[in-house]
């Protein structure tokens, strides 16, 4: 045993020396640590040490008493449990049918979920509760052109759940689809071939074969719904959630001290189901041994499968496209559910009076993209090909973003830049630095994902050959991986473009964005305004990626390869 010890540690000294000896990789891993630190740990810690420290530096726990004591609080508090449990079982069920009818299903129209799984992405969080407010709502077209409700109310539960359902099932969707094609149909047909009818053979077989999936579908649709501040902003009504209030509490009562007891309630929530996802349901096995299908899957085509199962997908599928058509729409109609004549009223108002967060949003979206893109493969890289000591650390800290409500994060930034040395607050810097501490965990783990499936052994060799850390990462790895850093550059961008929630408290008189915009428009009831606003944001977004898509494809990275 001592031996064993003794080897182990003989082996991590060697390691460290190579490290030490190659001067760019050791600066490379001090700066993405402090880098860490300094933007995820540090404000974390800030938010933390608010919510237990008095005014005179004591320990205390008085503002979480003060907190817990408003029965309103403990009524949000349980209000967001119980909306996060809910909207994560349907958005998981709904995300499983999907997925079912995509990879067991023949039928013509699957493209459209492919469709429907980048919309969410692609535009504003609550777009979708502002196109349900423009058919459901007092001015609504259905409620009231055609339906003839007066003052219907969608506001509340009902109203708030039925639209995280719909914005978040297309997570549940992306996460089993890849599960079950990947599922050897061999075991189905053995089953079959002995008389298990089709029922008996999901529930037998595959049910048990995708469940640890189903559970990380739930978590991370939980983690997504807890975390979501836009939908419950916009269409909420009286049914709080801890997101929303954490920001009412700092910004609209001036409580900051109760703002951050708050977040960290709801910061322990998300990293609770975070450590959950990765750890325990993350590690266990959802396929069969060999991971691959034997051979092509023969898919269902009979009837009675295609209305059960394909009919309800076709029906949600229609209904989400005409909620996102609803919003070019609607920023070409006079009044919204008054009068409907054709104008571009609210394209003028925004040409005239409100380029500036358009303009802010694109310029620092397009800073931080390059920046979040090279930092995530650097991390991935260091993640998957070096061992050092605190690489576990790196790898949970570089990734803990993915678990932080961005009201929360939003809340430690301005309490952690707001004096001297990093006087922050208020400027375009301090946006940027959330846009990438936010966007880069996805970049990671794409690149984490290419960077295993590739022979170290290319890397080793370039090594041996006399090259340094540098010149391999940027000359052998690097294009290895461009997929990925292409992935990790579009959905840096476009996360930007559509964050909300952090950057609602970052956002100042000299710097605006769009997200912010659109809410505001929403909140005094322009929903024509809002309209145009989100069509400029989603039209942004299309034309920067399909630029990069055309660019990349003329470097040679595999555009079919990249990930969402």
Not at 332 to 341: E, K, P
Not at 365 to 373: E, H, K, N, V
Not at 499 to 517: Q, W, Y
Not at 526 to 555: D, E
Request: charged share 10%; glycine share 8%.
């Amino acid at each position: 045993m001592q031996e064993n010890k003794h080897a182990a540690f003989s082996l991590k000294w060697d390691e460290m020396q190579k490290i030490i000896r190659d001067p760019v990789l050791l600066a490379t891993i001090i700066l993405v640590g402090l880098s860490l630190i300094l933007f995820i740990v540090w404000p974390l810690y800030v938010v933390l040490a608010q919510s237990f420290l008095s005014d005179s530096g004591t320990l205390t726990f008085e503002y979480y008493r003060e907190s817990l004591k408003h029965s309103e609080n403990i009524r949000v508090l349980l209000n967001t449990i119980v909306l996060g449990l809910f909207v994560s079982f349907f958005a998981t069920a709904i995300g499983f049918l999907f997925a079912y009818a995509d990879a067991f299903l023949k039928i013509k129209y699957k493209k459209i979920f492919n469709v429907i799984a980048i919309l969410p992405i692609i535009s504003p969080p609550f777009a979708l509760a502002m196109s349900f407010i423009m058919l459901f709502g007092q001015q609504g077209f259905i409620s009231k052109i055609i339906l003839g409700i007066k003052n219907a109310n969608i506001y509340g539960f009902t109203g708030l759940a039925t639209v995280q359902i719909l914005t978040f099932f297309p997570i549940a969707y992306l996460v089993l689809a890849g599960l079950l094609k990947q599922i050897d149909p061999s075991l189905e047909e053995a089953a079959r071939n002995m008389g298990a009818s089709r029922w008996q053979t999901f529930k037998t077989i595959l049910l048990p074969l995708v469940m640890p999936g189903i559970a990380n579908s739930f978590l991370l649709v939980f983690i997504q719904t807890v975390a979501d501040f836009g939908n419950p902003m916009v269409i909420g009504g009286n049914f709080n959630t801890m997101a929303a209030q954490v920001y009412l509490q700092a910004m609209g009562n001036y409580d900051i001290k109760g703002g951050t007891a708050l977040a960290t309630i709801l910061l322990t929530l998300s990293i609770l189901m975070f450590v959950l996802q990765k750890y325990w349901v993350g590690n266990k096995s959802y396929v069969t041994l060999t991971g691959k299908p034997s051979r092509i899957r023969e898919l269902i085509n009979d009837k009675v499968s295609l209305i059960a199962i394909g009919l309800p997908c076709f029906l949600i599928s229609v209904f989400i496209l005409i909620l996102y058509g609803l919003i070019p729409l609607g920023s070409f109609v006079n009044l919204w559910g008054i009068d409907y004549t054709f104008t571009t009223k609210h394209y003028l108002y925004i040409w005239n009076i409100g380029t500036k967060p358009i303009i802010d949003t694109t310029i620092l979206s397009l800073i931080s993209m390059p920046i979040t893109g090279i930092l995530g493969m650097i991390i991935a890289y260091l993640i998957v090909r070096k061992k050092f000591m605190g690489r576990g650390l790196i790898e949970f800290t570089s990734l803990l973003s993915l678990a932080i409500p961005g009201t929360v994060i939003g809340m430690g930034y301005v309490l952690a830049y707001n004096e001297p040395p990093l006087m922050l607050t208020g400027t375009g810097t301090i946006i940027v630095l959330s846009f990438i501490f936010r966007s880069m965990p996805v970049g990671i783990r794409a690149g984490v994902a290419s960077l295993q499936q590739i022979d170290p052994a290319i890397e080793e060799a370039a090594q041996d050959l006399g090259a340094g850390t540098f010149k391999v990462f940027h000359s052998v790895t690097v294009p290895l991986i461009k997929s990925a850093f292409f992935s990790g550059l579009v959905y840096s961008f476009v996360r930007s473009m559509t964050a909300v929630s952090a950057v609602i408290f970052l956002v100042s008189a000299s710097v605006n964005l769009l997200t912010v915009a659109i809410m505001s428009q929403v909140d005094v009831g322009r929903l024509g305004v809002a309209a145009a606003y989100s069509t400029v944001l989603i039209g942004i977004v299309l034309f920067v990626v399909g630029v990069l898509t055309f660019l990349l494809g003329k470097i040679g990275v595999n555009v079919s390869e990249i990930q969402g």
